[in-house]
């Protein structure tokens, strides 16, 4: 096979806070499928996926659980690592942003563009969102909450590091349009340049000084680099960039020809990205593709809405391919797939069970029975043949077409099509009807080399999309490996009278639909009356206890606990440093308390007895690792600690001494 050179492709790396869904999933399935047919074209692929694992909900999680961050991504990315290669995907490498290499490398960039005056220090005053881990401005917002994911914002203040954007915004602009194919779909494109880059960029916060957990700053360590610095630059680091010190890998690979990211963090990918390499004095990536979601019913998958489904599940019913079919296949080119049990089934039964399946198993079946293991001559070639002939052909050229332009799911189409006109041929020549006149016994065996020449093609045009199916249906033509990329297609003829063909095998066995979607209703119906009870359980409690305090009862006795479950909270010393009253609240007050180097926003239940002003200066104890929870629309990320008596007044506890902020409470 011909060495056409180097193919880089990147899939944007998974955040490490949880099990991907199938929504997730997509992204490297699809990545996989481009990899792979690049393979089959002859290109040197380097395929890098991974997993993007500092950040504040990180810390966060991991707090709530009681274990370190560490301990926290190392499981999630094993997580995601693992449903990765349960989809049979061939990356090269799975980087982490917790790798070594790679965070002294943002570190260096971090210095590089900080002494070249690209980066300055300053204060951030603004709108957050914490899952998102980004500063909005007002007039960004939509509906007052984060544009990005829907969920409200908060209003943060700390000391950061800050980027200047406007500085590379022009240059920016001419390259997208001196590059028309560096931001694709077009419509994203023009999303990009008149919503962010025409209305002027403002200076981005590169870094965060109110938590912990990510990479920090060489020269500032109460500084850790802020997510984008830090993720973005895997794509250089995980081959080898480190400035003058880049390795052989890196100056061959780079830069990218695709990074193939989710329409929703393509303005990272597009203006934060190509800006820090402009910086950086790097080339930048051929092309960013911002490809769409997969919908659960017409419906964003999110855990809150209870709508996910998981890849394993689905693999566990039905196989590996068939879910990596209905991914490729339902999503179009530049608007959202949908996914919902009954489509997949149909589609599963339609074009798997009864046209691709169908077709090889009969086949195989005709040919063994007619004429055992052994490939007949082609013979002459009729008007119906060259119709089928010429139609593999094309499929070929129409397959190129598709991929070079990314549309994935109408080159899969196309070899169906093929798949469908090979059925069709059998309705017109009838075999086993030529198997009953022994004068037509010639044809009845140039008829099946067809088919099976035929379903060669398929086999090995379906190898990027569906590659164990692949590699069945060749392994039972008995295809040597080494006639096995898109070469083996420029001419239809490689199978040879003679070549021993093998047993039919069974692809995709047809699913019992009715019943499939019986037991998944139960399953859902199950689902939500356990969500029912604990919902009902809850409130009950929460009745029972407001009661008992009204009628001034002592609260019951709590369970014991061991030394090892008291041992799983966390109390420190905080001093807090401002507070004020949470808007349309009577009861709560919203503090930022400094704990050691970080400052947190605590909302308490104290406004009854305590001004904002009498809080603020006071040394209070607090709980650092309860989860993050929102009172009254507000975020509260810990708890201070407070006595009540009998009569209902509360105080805020205190340390005896004037310990310093951060001290551990034991």
């Known amino acids: 096979m011909k060495n056409r050179g180097k193919y880089y492709l990147t899939t944007a790396i998974a955040y490490a806070s949880g099990k991907p869904h199938i929504g997730n999933t997509y992204e490297i399935v699809l990545a996989d499928a481009i990899a792979r047919y690049r393979r089959l074209q002859g290109y040197d692929v380097f395929f890098m996926t991974g997993t993007d694992e500092h950040g504040q909900k990180v810390e966060q999680k991991a707090a709530a659980e009681g274990i370190t961050p560490q301990e926290f991504v190392d499981r999630v990315a094993s997580n995601i690592?693992?449903?990765?290669d349960l989809m049979n995907v061939s990356y090269n490498k799975f980087i982490r942003t917790t790798d070594e290499d790679h965070m002294k490398s943002v570190q260096h960039i971090f210095t590089k563009l900080y002494k070249q005056g690209d980066i300055y220090k300053g204060a951030y005053e603004g709108l957050y969102c914490v899952p998102c881990e980004s500063f909005f401005t007002e007039s960004q917002l939509v509906d007052g909450k984060c544009p990005d994911c829907g969920r409200p914002v908060i209003k943060a203040q700390e000391e950061a590091y800050f980027f200047k954007m406007s500085k590379y915004q022009q240059r920016l602009i001419d390259h997208i349009e001196a590059h028309p194919e560096f931001i694709q779909p077009e419509a994203r494109k023009r999303e990009m340049i008149n919503n962010f880059l025409k209305p002027g960029l403002q200076?981005?916060?590169v870094s965060r000084s109110s938590f912990t957990w990510g990479i920090p700053v060489e020269f500032d360590p109460k500084h850790v680099v802020y997510v984008w610095m830090d993720a973005l630059n895997n794509y250089i680091t995980g081959i080898g960039y480190d400035g003058e010190n880049s390795t052989d890998q890196y100056h061959y690979l780079w830069p990218a020809d695709l990074h193939l990211i989710g329409k929703d963090i393509l303005r990272f990918h597009t203006i934060y990205w190509p800006i820090f390499l402009m910086a950086m004095g790097e080339p930048l990536p051929k092309q960013v593709f911002g490809h769409p979601w997969m919908l659960m019913n017409n419906d964003k998958m999110s855990k809150s809405k209870g709508n996910l489904i998981y890849a394993d599940e689905m693999v566990?019913?039905?196989?590996?391919?068939?879910?990596r079919y209905f991914m490729l296949h339902e999503m179009p080119f530049a608007s959202d797939g949908n996914i919902t049990y009954p489509l997949f089934l149909a589609r599963y039964n339609g074009d798997l069970a009864n046209v691709l399946g169908n077709l090889v198993n009969r086949t195989l079946a005709m040919q063994q029975k007619y004429f055992g293991s052994t490939l007949q001559p082609q013979g002459e070639i009729t008007v119906l043949d060259q119709e089928l002939i010429n139609m593999a052909l094309s499929t070929v050229k129409a397959v190129d077409t598709c991929m070079v332009d990314l549309h994935i799911?109408?080159?899969?189409?196309?070899?169906?099509?093929?798949?469908?006109?090979c059925n069709k041929y059998i309705d017109e020549t009838t075999p086993w009807a030529l198997a009953k006149d022994e004068s037509q016994k010639a044809r009845l065996g140039s008829v099946l080399y067809?088919?099976?020449?035929?379903?060669?093609?398929?086999?090995?045009?379906?190898?990027?999309?569906?590659?164990?199916?692949?590699?069945a249906i060749l392994n039972q033509l008995g295809v040597a490996e080494e006639n096995r990329g898109l070469d083996s297609l420029e001419s239809f003829g490689l199978l040879q009278a003679g070549d021993q063909i093998g047993e039919a095998i069974a692809l995709f066995q047809r699913a019992d639909e009715k019943k499939i979607l019986a037991e998944i209703d139960a399953r859902d119906e199950a689902i939500l009356k356990e969500k029912e009870k604990a919902a009902k359980a809850a409130e009950k409690a929460k009745a029972e206890a407001a009661k008992a305090k009204e009628a001034g009862e002592a609260a019951p006795a709590k369970a014991q606990i061991t030394i090892d479950d008291f041992d799983k909270i966390e109390l420190k010393v905080g001093e807090v440093l401002e507070c004020q009253r949470v808007e349309k609240s009577k009861k709560l007050l919203c503090s930022k308390v400094k704990i050691g180097n970080e400052v947190r926003q605590i909302v308490s239940?104290?406004?009854?007895?305590y001004t904002p002003e009498e809080m603020v200066g006071k040394k209070v104890i607090v709980v650092t690792n309860l989860a993050p929870a929102k009172l009254a629309g507000t975020l509260s990320e810990g708890m201070i600690l407070c006595a009540e008596d009998a009569e209902g007044n509360v105080c805020v506890l205190k340390p005896e001494k004037d310990y310093p902020a951060g001290s551990i409470v034991s």
């Open 81 to 84: 690592k693992n449903a990765y």
């Open 203 to 205: 200076d981005l916060c």
């Open 316 to 323: 566990d019913r039905f196989g590996v391919d068939a879910v």
């Open 409 to 421: 799911a109408d080159a899969i189409e196309a070899v169906m099509e093929l798949t469908r006109r």
């Open 450 to 471: 067809n088919l099976l020449e035929a379903i060669r093609f398929i086999g090995t045009l379906f190898a990027a999309y569906l590659p164990g199916t692949s590699e």
């Open 605 to 609: 239940g104290i406004a009854k007895w």
